[in-house]
Structures are given as structure tokens and as C-alpha cells.
């Protein structure tokens, strides 16, 4: 066997080599650490304190985890999840507020999130369809300390119709800004899956929902909506003066107010929307609530003697 000459060389490269490897190796792993560190356990830098997440029965996880991600309360969606999918809540995820007070990592996020742990002394404010914007203002004052109803009606003058009415939940340190925001955020989400609806009616969205006020006033519950849109719509139509008592104007001029005259639900947008055809061009309430229609302004005068002047 031949003898080979020792080269040091080749032993200084082999030692360069595995000095090498070992420095990308050691690179490798704390760029791991960080990046795990980055993800998993440090906060997005503009983190918003006292950020309060509201969360609507039947919302998705993949919704909240895109909503927290907007508002830089984490920064991947897909660690947001996993968290939720580890404590095994994607199915379970309670509606309601959740307020972060402090910067915290997403997995403290997600478990909040999951276990139902809240932080929020939640004032429920319940707006009924067919409020208007004075009537929203005076729920408001009587519910949050630090709301002003002057400031909320200089900004909602120009906005009557397009709060939607609803259950919301508020922290009592809250103001009319959060109030404006969170009322009008949920209108453009409530509206927005219906306004394919509204194109394919012919008419405006504006026409859509000021009618929608007028009959939220003026109907008695889902069972007459309908008709009385039909009805109403039918006027308009024929040149008629709509002459509601919701909305006194429409006895001097004809055709719809210039703007809404309360804020509507959907089903009474629906009923704008979808109008149900009839002979009628009367209708009154008695007493009871009950509905009365009318052909003819013989009809409706004999109705109203027969049901109101008892």
C-alpha cells in the first residue's frame, strides 16, 4: 500500500470547512429563534391599547383573524388561527366585546379570545327599527357618561337612515365617536350583501331606504310591510301624494321626503325593495294594531268610521 505524504493543508481546509458549516448552522437557528420570537411572542409596534374587538354571533374565525390583523393587534392571521385551533375554539368562539388593554403576543390574544375572557364592562345599548337620530342621541346620553348628544347630532343631521338599528355593546368611557363608528360599520355590513338587490330594483339606494323609514313608521310588524310599500310605491307612481302621518310633508308635496325619516331594519328594506302588488291604494290601523285596506277613498271613509270613531 503506498504511503501518502501528510498535508497539513488539507487538515487546515477540512477544520475551514466545519468552522463554516457550524457559523451557517448557528446563523440558521437564531434566525429560527427570532423568526419564532418575531411571530409568536412580540407585538406589532403600532399595537392599539384599548383596542375593543367586537365579535357578531356566527362570525368566522378567518373574519376575526382578518380583522385583528387590519387593526395591528397581530401580525399573521395564520398564527391567530392555529392558536384558536390549539385551544380547540374555531367552533366555539362566544360573541361580544373583547377589549386588549395592553400590548400582547397573539398566542395571549387568541387564548383570550378562546376562553371567553373579555376585560369589558360592556354597556348593551338596544336601538329599536325606527328610531331616529334624536331618539338614538337620547339612548345614548343615558347610557354612556362621556357621550355628547349635541356633538352626535351636528355629525348625524346629514346621516338620518343610515345608523342601523340594533344591539350594540360599549364601554361606559365611550363617546359619540365610537358610537358613529360602530352604527355606521354595521350599516355598510348589513346593507352590503342586499345592494345587488337594490341595483336590480331600478331604484336608488337613497330612494330605498327613505321609503324603508316611512315604512318602519308605519306598519305594524313583517305581516304588512310589504303591502303598505306597495301601496306607498303605487302612489308614487300614479302622482299620488303619499300623505303618511309619519312624515307630514308628504301631505304637501308628492313623492318621497327629501331624506329618511328614521333609521329602518332589513326586514323593512326588504319591503322597500320587494313591494307587494295589490288593488289597494287605503290602508289604516284600528285600535288594535289590526291593518284595514281600501280600493277606493269611499272605502278607506267608510273604514275609518267603522274602526277609529268608535
Do not use: C
Amino acid at each position: 500500500m503506498e504511503n501518502v505524504p501528510f498535508n497539513p493543508k488539507i487538515l487546515g481546509d477540512s477544520s475551514k470547512f466545519h468552522k463554516h458549516r457550524y457559523a451557517i448552522f448557528s446563523f440558521l437557528i437564531i434566525g429560527f429563534i427570532f423568526f419564532v420570537y418575531y411571530l409568536f411572542f412580540s407585538t406589532p409596534r403600532s399595537f392599539p391599547v384599548n383596542y375593543k374587538l367586537q365579535i357578531e354571533q356566527g362570525e368566522t374565525l378567518h373574519a376575526i383573524s382578518n380583522e385583528l390583523k387590519r387593526n395591528n393587534v397581530i401580525r399573521s392571521s395564520i398564527a391567530f388561527e392555529a392558536f384558536v385551533i390549539f385551544y380547540n375554539a374555531e367552533n366555539s368562539i362566544v360573541a361580544g366585546d373583547y377589549l386588549f388593554e395592553k400590548n400582547m403576543p397573539v398566542w395571549q390574544v387568541a387564548r383570550r379570545i378562546s376562553k371567553n375572557v373579555r376585560f369589558v364592562p360592556s354597556v348593551i345599548v338596544a336601538i329599536p327599527e325606527g328610531y331616529d337620530i334624536y331618539q338614538i342621541a337620547d339612548t345614548y346620553a343615558s347610557k354612556l357618561s362621556l357621550f355628547s348628544k349635541e356633538k352626535f347630532l351636528a355629525y348625524a343631521k346629514t346621516k338620518e337612515g343610515y345608523f342601523f338599528p340594533d344591539t350594540y355593546y360599549f364601554l361606559n368611557n365611550d363617546t359619540e365617536k365610537n358610537v358613529i363608528d360602530s352604527m355606521s360599520k354595521n350599516f355598510e355590513k348589513k346593507l352590503a350583501p342586499i345592494r345587488p338587490n337594490i341595483l336590480a330594483s331600478g331604484k336608488s339606494e337613497k330612494d330605498i331606504i327613505t321609503m324603508a323609514s316611512i315604512i318602519e313608521r308605519e306598519s305594524r310588524g313583517y305581516f304588512d310591510r310589504k303591502e303598505i310599500s306597495g301601496i306607498l310605491w303605487k302612489r308614487i307612481s300614479i302622482g299620488m301624494r303619499l300623505q303618511v302621518d309619519a312624515a307630514p310633508v308628504t301631505y304637501q308635496a308628492k313623492g318621497l321626503p327629501t331624506n329618511p325619516i328614521s333609521n329602518p331594519g332589513l326586514e323593512a328594506i326588504d319591503a322597500a325593495i320587494n313591494p307587494k302588488i295589490s288593488n289597494y291604494l287605503y290602508y289604516l290601523h284600528d285600535k288594535d294594531g289590526n291593518i284595514h285596506y281600501a280600493k277606493t277613498f269611499g272605502e278607506h271613509k267608510a273604514n275609518i268610521a267603522k274602526y277609529l270613531t268608535k
